[in-house]
């Protein structure tokens, strides 16, 4: 993912799927041969990446529903390794 790219517009990967486990009351990246626990930010940031929003767009979603500012950065952060392990596609 281009580092600085608010315009462009993840998605998760095909093969990647997000499931609510509630059992233990946790988020789940499913992949083939892999299941990833998520922090709740990261399962709200991958909970968005749905290819119709761009990363501005999520960015000011998450700033809203959490009460924060400044998430920029760390979002960029985490869909950029998020990107690098195959998990979001982003256009």
Known sequence: M?????????????????KHDGVRGVELLLLPERVVLLNKSG???LGLCDGSRTVRQLVD????????TDLVNDVMSFLDDASGQGWV???
Do not use: N
Not at 2 to 18: E, I, Q, S
Not at 61 to 68: G, S
């Open 2 to 18: 281009a580092g600085d790219d608010l315009t462009a517009t993840p998605r998760l990967a095909t093969k990647a799927m997000l």
């Open 43 to 45: 399962a709200a940031i």
């Open 61 to 68: 979603q998450l700033e809203h529903e959490f009460d924060a």
């Open 89 to 91: 596609v982003v256009t």
